[in-house]
């Protein structure tokens, strides 16, 4: 069964820091896709960033970078140079082999501190 | 132009009440999803739609009734509203099934539904 874990429910960091939101994943597709969605508090689920399975390359956008592992099957955001707007829920997610379907995480709460 | 339209934003209805959301994509995807969050902001895929044809219907009580009248629209309708029924339901598109890259969903803005 596919499932989709994030550990840290809040996080804070400090304005100008990076941060690693942490994900791990559980599939036995070989194709697959991993992304992440940043919900601020007026509610929008926005897209961030996209891995597939087979990308051999980090994928970044922006000051966003997705470190992924695929033997730990791990797929951890990371952000660069945080900045108040960073301040979010964060949600891991995983497209299935077929495709048909997007599994979430329990999202993790992100603060920026001024 | 908005990619994924939802309506109405807000949702104030009293029990028992039968109510409607809307939902429109212009990307021209193939595959529609309903999604429930909840208060601790979990995220429940209820439904999926690709080419009008329904290919995921999670343990949704029977009072939730999706229709997608072409792949462009699926909209949800809810009878009998229950305090339970409290949430931001979500509406999402994506393209493709099963072909590699696996595509993102876009989401709708979310409607907010509130039943006193």
């Known amino acids: 069964a596919q499932k989709i874990t994030q550990t840290q429910p809040g996080m804070f960091v400090q304005e100008k820091e990076a941060v690693t939101l942490d994900c791990t994943y559980d599939?036995?597709?070989?194709?697959?896709?991993l992304f992440w969605y940043k919900q601020p508090s007026s509610g929008e689920m926005i897209f961030l960033i996209y891995q597939g399975s087979y990308d051999e390359q980090n994928a970044t956008e922006g000051r966003y970078s997705l470190n992924f592992q695929k033997a730990r099957k791990s797929a951890n955001l990371v952000i660069s140079a945080s900045q108040l707007g960073d301040s979010a829920m964060y949600f891991c997610?995983?497209?299935?082999?077929?495709?048909?379907?997007?599994?979430f995480g329990t999202g993790t709460s992100l603060t920026v501190i001024p | 132009d908005t990619a994924v339209s939802q309506t109405p934003k807000y949702l104030v209805t009293q029990m028992g009440n039968d109510k409607s959301i809307k939902c429109e994509q212009n990307l021209g995807h193939d595959t529609m999803y309903w999604y429930k969050q909840d208060s601790k902001k979990f995220l429940k895929i209820m439904f999926s739609?690709?080419?009008?044809?329904?290919?995921i219907n999670k343990t949704v009580p029977n009072r939730f009734s999706p229709k997608s009248p072409d792949k462009a629209h699926l909209n949800l309708h809810i009878n009998s509203l229950e305090l339970g029924d409290s949430a931001v339901y979500f509406c999402?598109?994506?393209?493709?099934?099963?072909?590699?890259?696996?595509?993102?969903?876009?989401f709708g803005p979310g409607t907010r539904l509130t039943v006193l």
């Open positions: 599939t036995s597709d070989q194709s697959y896709g």
């Open positions: 999402a598109s994506s393209q493709g099934l099963g072909d590699y890259p696996l595509n993102e969903q876009f």
């Open positions: 997610a995983m497209r299935d082999q077929e495709g048909n379907q997007f599994y």
């Open positions: 739609y690709n080419n009008k044809e329904l290919i």
